[in-house]
């Protein structure tokens, strides 16, 4: 559900992918790349299009470019399919967030920054306010913060995971349904 074309124009002309055309620049040994050359590399190196796929979950641009289906026009056999498809396809731009590892998310690095900051409160409860005969109650406390933070992070890493196959179980219904009604490729990619 990734249109292609519209991959190759933002590698070529959207600051945020400079990295990917600097290593398909490379790759090529050519300063300037057509946009023909970009879509072959892509289909050469899958994992170019994975990178491209990250930095987009990552910056929360969705990596599905096919726009709802109008059900205007069709007929009243494919109706349900394409509702089908429709809701399938609002589903997968909302759960796609969790196609990243947990390891990559941004929920970890949350968890992180929050126990630092526990963690420099502790100190500066300790040593800046002079709380010395209070320090094991504030390292106890700070002990307890990591176990909810370590129970918590357990918790969102099963969420991820749970969501991931949730997401690639849908997406691969959505393929199915759509080659299913045989929707024409110009209906397909009218991008957002």
Same mark, same amino acid.
């Given at each position: 559900?990734?249109?292609? $074309?519209?991959?190759? #124009? *933002? !590698?070529?002309? @959207?600051?945020?992918?400079?990295?990917?055309?600097?290593?398909?620049? %490379? /790759?090529?040994?050519?300063? $300037?790349?057509?946009? #023909? *050359? !970009?879509?072959? @590399?892509?289909?050469?190196?899958?994992?170019?299009?994975?990178?491209? %796929? /990250?930095?987009?979950?990552?910056?929360?641009?969705?990596?599905?470019?096919?726009?709802?289906?109008?059900?205007?026009?069709?007929?009243?056999?494919?109706?349900?399919?394409?509702?089908?498809?429709?809701?399938?396809?609002?589903?997968?731009?909302?759960?796609?967030?969790?196609?990243?590892?947990?390891?990559?998310?941004?929920?970890?690095?949350?968890?992180?920054?929050?126990?630092?900051?526990?963690?420099?409160?502790?100190?500066?409860?300790?040593?800046?306010?002079?709380?010395?005969?209070?320090?094991?109650?504030?390292?106890?406390?700070?002990?307890?913060?990591?176990?909810?933070?370590?129970?918590?992070?357990?918790?969102?890493?099963?969420?991820?995971?749970?969501?991931?196959?949730?997401?690639?179980?849908?997406?691969?219904?959505?393929?199915?349904?759509?080659?299913?009604?045989?929707?024409?490729?110009?209906?397909?990619?009218?991008?957002?």
């Amino acid at each position: 559900m990734i249109d292609y $074309s519209r991959v190759a #124009d *933002e !590698i070529q002309n @959207v600051g945020l992918y400079d990295f990917i055309l600097q290593d398909i620049q %490379k /790759s090529l040994g050519k300063a $300037s790349l057509s946009e #023909d *050359e !970009i879509l072959e @590399v892509l289909q050469k190196n899958p994992e170019i299009l994975e990178e491209y %796929k /990250s930095t987009n979950v990552v910056n929360n641009i969705s990596n599905i470019h096919i726009e709802n289906i109008g059900v205007d026009a069709l007929s009243i056999d494919k109706l349900p399919t394409v509702q089908k498809i429709n809701v399938n396809l609002d589903l997968l731009r909302e759960i796609e967030k969790y196609t990243l590892s947990f390891e990559e998310s941004p929920t970890l690095v949350f968890i992180f920054s929050i126990e630092f900051f526990v963690l420099f409160s502790v100190q500066y409860f300790i040593v800046l306010l002079g709380l010395k005969e209070w320090q094991w109650e504030i390292y106890g406390t700070f002990a307890l913060s990591v176990v909810l933070a370590w129970m918590y992070a357990k918790k969102q890493k099963e969420k991820y995971e749970i969501n991931n196959k949730r997401f690639q179980h849908i997406y691969a219904d959505t393929e199915h349904l759509m080659s299913e009604i045989g929707l024409a490729e110009e209906l397909l990619f009218k991008t957002r």
